[in-house]
C-alpha cells in the first residue's frame, strides 16, 4: 500500500516522505490516526507543500542544530504548577509545556514533537529531558518544576 506521510512516522520516514507499508498496517493504524493519507497523483503535488512546509519548521542544517543545542544545554527552565503538601503534582507536564516554557526563557523555538518525556513528570524538583534537534545532533535541557 503506498502512502504519503502528513507527520513524522518513528522508523518509517518523515512528512512528505512516500512510503510503501503493509495495507493492515496503513490501513488500521495510520490513515485513522491522520499519520498518513492515501497517496494519489493529485496527492503527490501536495507533497511539495509538505515538505516545504516541514523545510521552514525544521532546522536546515547540523552546524544551525549544534548552534541550538548549545543554547538548549545552558537553558534551565523553571515551571510552577499547582503541588499537594507531598510535591506531587495536580495533573502533569509534558512536552507542549516545556517547549512554551523554553520560548519563554528565550531559548530557540522547539516543535513539542521533538522533545523526549520518558514518563510524564508528575513531581516537583529538577528533571532533565532530551530534545531532538537533528538526527545526529540531541540536547539536554534542565526542566526546574515548583510548587505553587
Known sequence: MKLILT??????????????????????????RGFAMQWTRGAEKQVELIKRARAAREIRTLEDAQAAAGRLEKLT???????????????????????????????????????????????????RVQVRLHPDVSANVTVEITAG
Open 7 to 32: 507527520q513524522e512516522v518513528g522508523g518509517l520516514g518523515a512528512p512528505g516522505d512516500v512510503v510503501d507499508v503493509a495495507p493492515g498496517y496503513g490501513r488500521n493504524y495510520l490513515l485513522p
Open 77 to 127: 527552565v523553571r515551571l510552577t504548577r499547582r503541588a499537594g503538601s507531598n510535591g506531587r503534582l495536580f495533573g502533569s507536564v509534558g512536552a507542549s509545556d516545556i517547549a512554551a516554557a523554553v520560548r519563554e526563557a528565550g531559548g530557540p523555538e522547539v516543535d513539542r514533537r521533538k522533545i523526549v518525556v520518558p514518563d510524564p513528570i508528575k513531581s516537583a524538583g529538577s528533571h
